[in-house]
Every structure is written in structure tokens, then in C-alpha cells.
């Protein structure tokens, strides 16, 4: 800390000036295209009006989705966290058996597109031939399935899915960020396992979960493919798929628009509620990391938590991989695994001889590397001003950094368009404006994440560097950065991983020269290729855990220490 | 149409599942006027009086039947054999709000059968879905047991060894034409030319009819299990007729199936 004093005395204080360029940049990334947004909304030919608004909420017919929306975003919600917190706890904090492979198989459903799990599901639960339902007819000699897929429970539970672990990921950096101090007096003073988690560490992860439930609900507000998959067959609309009908030759853009805006609405709503409920308590924890946490030994319940962990991620990836395994590896899928049946052929076309697939590859790991890496030091900046209210108008800017997750990639994507496809900025054509769309996109994870680990680290530490010198920057770079580490990193995870799957906004932005892997698999899926689109559905998990691999060689065991 | 608002011209050539957008096209001026080579011997339904598109590939809307669920004998032979309650819950259609092909296909039943046809379909509970790729896939599955979408569609998974048979229904079936043009302000006219005249030479048309599509250019051979363009009785829709039915198809279906 000597050497920041030491260093204090020369050159300006940059500090204002890096908190305006931050928030700048916030400001334009975000501001253009909703500006755009709101303009179509309110844009008819004849003039400016809310005929736009009357049209999108006027019939019946269009208002129910938003309820249904709704309801499937907070019961996704709530899922995602029952589901993804405990799993976090357990596999943080406890003994659990098999964490290694607990956390790697998490990733995998991190990254899975959300459609071709729900396409896998179909396979697996379609009420006429679904494999577990044939296996529970074979079994019971039943006439009827045991379950529908196409249904709202259905969607819901294949979304949550897809969807626990954004708070797995969250909890987990929060639990490790925390110091098992508190923890252990509290179990030297004789609470109970069950006591410890409940009045020691829960509240204490508190911000995080929160923080996910709401990532979660304004993921799912927004997700196009499960409900595409599984709504549809199902016979009911969600707004996703309302919005999409507005868009059916010849679309009507502006009517979109219109009805997106009260998904703004609901942004703002929960990021008050948010605030609302953490506010001023005290969660901080001076110190950042003491030493590692003892596990809490589960005795009895340790293979019981296992079985838990393991069902979720049998549902998650080993079912379903299962089912588009059995397409990749077959002539006809129709036919099922018979040894005529057996072939390489597909895995062979689609990374040798289907073109778009290795420029794809490429792109989607340079804009996954990019995006999350910049969103991770733009957002900690923001996040920063935003805790120290270092700038006036601070949850102006807390509130733009988290408004893109409520409006529908497709529609931002409308907005990104006719924002960036003029010159001077005329970035349409080229991998530069899916760079901008994830960007847009992803910010708002960064900053929930960012905003939860600022949560951790007390102001005290900083303003005793101040104290000795430093001037803010200095002391935001040298002390409070370092102790962000393990959260920094877990923003940095929460954007990289679900660009890798991200979807809906670069089908409407692609171009053949930017075409990302997302975008080839569901290109392959509406050209009636399913055993093209399982092969690579898989090569894309697979090329997801090499990498996580690799990472955590170069990055040792901090890097999914969360 | 994105494009061409933000006065952006960076496709030479276009080319779409649904005839009716070229009208569309052709009506605000988008397209530019080309015949490509060998376009006088082309069959005649396959072009544009006016010269500004030819169609590039077509295929008969049909249906199919899973054969590991269905015997031969149980089998639809025509379109209204599909009302029959036998098949309640073992349909599969896809939703023409996705899909220029599911509109033409519905055009063309509804000139033979009317609304009342879809209103009783609806009754069979068929599995709605996206994409008018999805029927050949869901039937291959077995999750339908029969479901209609373009020929070369169910061809094309049938070849690769999935239990589906084609049923060409008596009443006839809609012809579902893709087109191709080139656009009035493309950056590179000449090679949109050559590219053009390459896309409906012999060598890219064979290719075409390899995967199970018809074409214009008469050079080229079929496959033995192919029915005959001459054979197959045609319920017409025209790309005027599927143009101006489309808001009604779509609005229909909605009260009709609830999506």
C-alpha cells in the first residue's frame, strides 16, 4: 500500500474522467438502441401516436401472453433459485461427493441453447413417442403418458433447466467471497449445521440470490426458443412469441416495439425492488478472503445431497445429451440406435464438409472472449460508481445498465440494427455489430454480478488507502479490484458462457460472413437436419468443457472455485 | 425488406421459400429484370411473365405417414381422410405464421375445401409447431403419426433410412414454388448474373433434384421413386391468391387452433 502513496503526489487525478468515460460509454451502448425502440413505438406513418400501443394491447387475444409471461418468468425464477442456491452451498461449502463433475456438468447446461434442450425434451417426453414415456407405457401398461412436454409446467421445468445456473454461479461467487468466520463462531458457540445455514450463511448470500432470481425471471421474460419448441404445440403465447408474430411477413415493427415496452416497465420494477431489499443492510465483510472455509460435514445426508445434485443434472444434460446423441450417431434418428444404424457420417458433416461450421467456431469464441472480458471491466467500473455514488444520477445509471435484459434480443436487435447500419457507424455486415448486440445484451448480468461482489468489500479498506494517500482511482485499482477477483471472474463466466448459446439476436444480425454456432445449429434444425443439428449440439458442449478444462489448468482452482 | 428500408444493398440475389414475397418485390420496384440462359425452354409455370423472378426449385405440399405406427391399409389417401377422429392427437401441423410454404400449402386446400375443412382438422387436435420443417421430423420420431409439409422435405428423411411413405392424396396437392431474383440495386450485377445463370444451369439444378426438389430447366434426370411433374394433379394456388390470403390465414388459424 506504500507504493500507491508513493505515487499519488505526480500527475492529474484521472479519476473523474474515467468514471465519465465509463458511464459514457454505458450511456451509448445502452441509450441508442432503446432510444430507437421507444421511438418506433410511439412511430406511425402519419405521424407520431400510441396508435402503436392500442394495436399491441387493444385485443384480449394479445394480452394474455403477458400474463403468461409472467407467471413462467417467476416460477422459472423461483425454481432457479430453490434449485441453483442450495446446489451452490452444497458444492462450496459441504463434503459433497463428486463436486468436480457437480460443477462441470452445471456448465454444460450453462451453455446449452435453450431450444435445443427443449427439442431433446421433446424427443424425451413427447406424449406419443417420448422415450420416458414409452419406457413408463413398456412398465406400467399404460395407455396415456405420464408426462406432457408440451404444457406450461413442461416449459417451466425445461427452462429452469437451462436457467439454475445463472444463481448457481452467482451464490457460488458470493459464498466464496464471504469469509467462514462468521460461520465458524457461530458453530464454536454450538448452532447446528441447519442453524449456521440459515441464520449465518443465508442472509449473507442474500444479495446474490436475489440478484439471480432476478436474472433468472428477466432471462426466461425474454427467452424465444424453449417457448418456440414447447408453447407452441401447447397452443398458448408468452410475449416472446407473441413478439415474433408481429414480426411474420409483412412485420409490423413498430407494433413490436410497442408491445416490448412494458418489459422496460418490469426492469425497472424489479431493480426497485432489489434495492428495496438489500439497500443498506450490511453485508459486508472486512478482509475479503481468510482462509478456506471447513467443510460442513453432511454425515447422513451426504449421498442423499448427492442424489439430489445428480437428479437435477440427469434432467439437465444426461437425459437430453442422451437423446441427441442418439441422433448424432444415427443414419435416420427415426430408427434409433440399431447397429445398421450407427454412423460417424454426421459428426464428419458438419465440422469437414458443411462450410459454415468452422468460421462459426472461430467467431463465437472471439466474441465470447471479447464481450465477456469487456463487459466485466466496463460493469465493475459501473458498479463501483454506482455503490460509492460517485457520479449524480448513479442509479440512472445502475437502471441503463440493467435494462437491455428486459427487452427481447430480437427487438434490441431491431434497434442495434437501425442504429448501426448508417455511416458513420455502419457496423451492419460485419462481426462488429453481434459484438455490440452481446455487449448490449450481456451488461446487465455483468452488472448484477459485479454489483453482488461490490456488496462484499467495505468501503473501510479503500478509504484507508485514501487515508494514506492514494487517490480514488489508485485505490480502486490497488485494493478494492484485487479483493473483487473471485467476482470479477464469475461476471466474466456469466457472460462468456451464455454467448457461447446466445441466439436470438444473432439471427436477426447475421450475415454469412459472421455467422456464430448458434445460429448454424438452428439453421440446420429449420432445414430438417436434426442429425446435423445433435452432432453439433454436442461438439458445442464438448468444446465447452475443453475449454473450461484448459482454464482451469492455466487459471488453477480459482477459476470454478465459485 | 430490413435492408432495403436502411437503403442498404449488400444482396445481389434473393431468394425465398414463398412466391408471394416476390410479388411484393416486384411491386415496389426491388428486383431487376433477367432471364437466365436456357430460360426459353424452362416449363412455363415455373416463370414470371414479366422476366423479374423465375422460380428455382418447387415441391408438391403432401403427406406422410409414420410406417412403424401405421399399416399400410390404415392409411390417408386423401386430404379429408384426415378428419376422420381416427387420428385425433396423432396430427402434426405447422403454423403458417413461420412459414411461406405452410401458407401456400393452406391456399391451395382452402380454393378445394373452404374454412370448414380446417375447422374440422382443428377438432383432431393436431400438434401445432413452428418451423414447416418440424412435420417430417416429428413423424419420423413417431410423436405424429401423419402430418403434411413439402415433398422433398419427407424425401430427403426417408432417403436416410427414416419409416416414413409419402401419400400423394387424391384430391390433388398445392405446389409450393421458391423463387429467384435478382435485386434492382445489387453491387455486382454482372455476378449476380453468372451467378444466376450457374443456379438454373444443368449442373445446380441436378443438384437440386438430388435432394428431391422439381425444377425449370428440362435437362435434367429424376430419380426412379420420383413421381412425374406431368402426373401430379395440382390444386393451384396462385402467388397473387397467396399474397392476398395471407393476413386471413393467418388470423383464422389463430381463432381456429388458439396460437
Redesign the interface.
Known amino acids: 500500500m506504500t507504493s500507491g502513496a508513493d505515487r499519488v503526489s505526480r500527475g492529474l487525478d484521472l479519476t473523474p474522467a474515467v468514471w465519465l468515460l465509463n458511464a459514457a460509454v454505458l450511456g451509448v451502448l445502452v441509450v441508442a438502441p432503446l432510444a430507437i425502440l421507444v421511438h418506433a413505438s410511439v412511430w406511425t406513418p402519419e405521424g407520431l401516436s400510441f396508435a402503436n400501443f392500442f394495436a399491441a394491447f387493444g385485443r384480449p387475444l394479445y394480452r394474455g401472453p403477458i400474463v403468461n409471461s409472467l407467471v413462467y418468468a417467476s416460477v422459472v425464477g423461483v425454481l432457479s433459485v430453490l434449485i441453483g442456491a442450495p446446489m451452490a452451498w452444497l458444492v462450496g461449502r459441504t463434503d459433497l461427493p463428486g463436486k468436480g463433475v457437480i460443477r462441470t456438468l452445471t456448465i454444460g447446461a450453462f451453455v446449452t441453447p435453450s431450444f435445443l434442450g427443449a427439442t431433446a425434451w421433446v424427443i424425451l417426453a413427447g406424449p406419443n413417442a417420448g422415450l420416458l414415456n414409452a419406457i413408463y407405457r413398456a412398465v406400467t401398461g399404460a395407455e396415456s403418458p405420464l408426462v406432457n412436454i408440451f404444457s406450461m409446467p413442461g416449459l417451466i421445468f425445461v427452462t429452469s433447466l437451462y436457467t439454475f445456473p445463472t444463481v448457481f454461479i452467482l451464490t457460488g461467487a458470493a459464498l466464496t467471497a464471504t469469509p467462514p468466520d462468521l460461520e465458524e463462531a457461530a458453530r464454536i458457540a454450538g448452532a447446528g449445521r441447519l442453524a449456521v445455514m440459515r441464520d449465518v450463511t443465508l442472509p449473507l448470500a442474500v444479495p446474490a440470490i436475489v440478484g439471480g432470481f432476478i436474472l433468472a425471471f428477466l432471462e426466461t421474460l425474454v427467452l424465444f426458443g424453449a417457448p418456440a419448441m414447447l408453447a407452441l404445440p401447447a397452443r398458448f403465447h408468452v410475449m416472446t412469441t407473441q413478439i415474433w408474430a408481429f414480426f411474420h411477413y409483412p412485420p409490423k415493427v413498430e407494433v413490436a416495439a410497442a408491445y416490448a415496452m412494458p418489459l422496460l416497465g418490469v426492469a425497472a420494477g424489479l431493480l426497485w425492488v432489489q434495492r428495496r431489499l438489500i439497500g443498506r443492510r450490511g453485508f459486508t465483510t472486512v478482509g475479503g478472503r481468510g482462509s478456506s472455509p471447513r467443510p460442513v460435514p453432511l454425515g447422513g445426508w451426504r449421498w442423499a445431497a448427492f442424489g439430489g445434485c445428480a437428479v437435477v443434472l440427469a434432467c439437465a444434460i444426461v437425459l437430453p445429451y442422451f437423446a441427441l446423441l442418439r441422433a448424432a450417431l444415427a443414419k435416420a434418428w427415426g430408427l434409433g440406435w440399431t447397429w445398421e444404424n450407427l454412423t460417424l457420417r454426421n459428426f464428419r458433416f458438419v465440422l469437414f464438409e458443411y462450410d459454415p461450421t468452422r468460421s462459426a467456431i472461430i467467431n463465437t469464441l472471439v466474441l465470447a472472449v471479447v464481450t465477456a472480458t469487456l463487459a466485466a471491466l466496463l460493469m465493475a467500473g459501473i458498479a463501483y460508481i454506482a455503490h460509492r455514488r460517485l457520479l449524480r444520477g448513479a442509479r440512472l445509471l445502475a437502471f441503463l445498465a440493467t435494462a437491455p435484459l428486459a427487452v427481447p434480443g430480437i427487438v434490441l436487435s431491431i434497434g442495434l440494427f437501425r442504429a448501426y447500419s448508417q455511416p458513420p457507424l455502419l457496423l451492419y455486415g460485419t462481426i462488429w455489430i453481434i459484438f455490440v448486440a452481446y455487449l448490449t445484451k450481456y451488461l446487465p448480468v455483468a452488472y448484477t454480478a459485479c454489483h453482488a461482489a461490490m456488496a462484499t468489500v467495505h468501503p473501510d479498506l479503500e478509504d484507508a488507502a485514501r487515508i494514506l494517500g492514494a487517490n480514488r482511482l489508485v485505490a480502486a485499482k490497488d485494493v478494492t479490484l484485487p479483493l473483487l477477483g473471485v467476482g470479477l471472474l464469475s461476471a466474466w463466466l456469466l457472460v462468456f458462457l451464455p454467448s457461447l448459446r446466445e441466439l436470438s439476436s444473432s439471427i436477426l444480425l447475421f450475415t454469412s460472413r459472421s455467422r456464430v454456432i448458434s445460429v448454424v445449429i438452428y439453421t440446420l434444425y429449420e432445414e430438417g437436419l436434426w442429425e446435423a443439428v445433435s452432432s453439433l449440439g454436442i461438439l458445442l458442449l464438448g468444446l465447452t468443457l475443453v475449454i473450461v478444462a484448459v482454464a482451469q489448468r492455466f487459471l488453477g482452482k480459482r477459476f470454478l472455485q465459485v | 425488406?430490413?435492408?432495403a428500408s436502411?437503403?442498404?444493398w449488400?444482396a445481389d440475389v434473393v431468394h425465398t421459400s414463398?412466391i408471394s414475397?416476390f410479388l411484393?418485390f416486384k411491386g415496389k420496384g426491388m428486383l431487376a429484370k433477367y432471364a437466365p440462359a436456357g430460360w426459353e425452354r424452362f416449363r412455363p409455370e415455373f416463370k414470371d411473365a414479366d422476366g423479374f423472378y423465375t422460380v428455382l426449385r418447387g415441391t408438391p405440399y403432401v403427406i406422410a405417414i409414420?410406417t412403424q405406427k401405421v399399416a399400410k391399409a390404415d392409411a390417408p389417401k386423401r386430404w379429408k381422410d384426415l378428419l376422420d377422429p381416427k387420428w385425433k392427437?396423432?396430427l402434426v401441423h405447422a403454423?403458417p405464421?413461420?412459414s411461406?410454404v405452410v401458407v401456400t400449402g393452406m391456399t391451395g386446400l382452402l380454393g378445394a375445401f373452404g374454412w370448414d375443412y380446417y375447422a374440422a382438422l382443428a377438432k383432431n387436435n393436431p400438434?401445432?409447431?413452428?418451423?414447416a420443417?418440424?412435420p417430417?421430423?416429428k413423424v419420423?420420431?413417431?410423436?405424429?403419426?401423419v402430418g403434411a409439409a413439402g415433398e422433398y422435405?419427407f424425401y430427403?428423411?426417408i432417403k436416410?433410412?427414416?419409416?416414413?411413405e409419402i401419400i400423394f392424396p387424391e384430391e390433388g396437392v398445392p405446389f409450393v414454388s421458391s423463387a429467384n431474383a435478382i435485386m434492382a440495386r445489387a453491387p455486382h450485377p454482372n455476378a449476380a448474373r453468372v451467378f444466376t445463370d450457374f443456379l438454373f444451369g444443368k449442373e445446380a439444378q441436378q443438384i437440386l433434384v438430388d435432394d428431391g426438389l422439381y425444377v425449370p430447366n428440362e435437362e435434367v434426370t429424376y430419380a426412379k421413386d420420383k413421381r412425374p411433374l406431368r402426373e401430379i394433379k395440382v390444386l393451384r394456388a396462385e402467388p397473387e391468391e397467396v399474397l392476398k390470403r395471407?393476413e386471413e390465414i393467418?388470423a383464422r388459424f389463430?381463432e381456429l387452433?388458439?396460437?
Not at chain 2, 436416410?160 to 416414413?164: D, L, T, V
Open positions: 425488406m430490413q435492408e436502411a437503403n442498404l449488400i414463398d414475397h411484393d409414420n392427437g396423432k403454423h405464421g413461420y411461406g400438434l401445432v409447431v413452428q418451423s420443417e418440424d417430417p421430423m419420423s420420431g413417431g410423436e405424429a403419426w422435405n430427403r428423411a436416410k433410412g427414416n419409416p416414413m395471407n393467418k389463430r387452433f388458439g396460437v
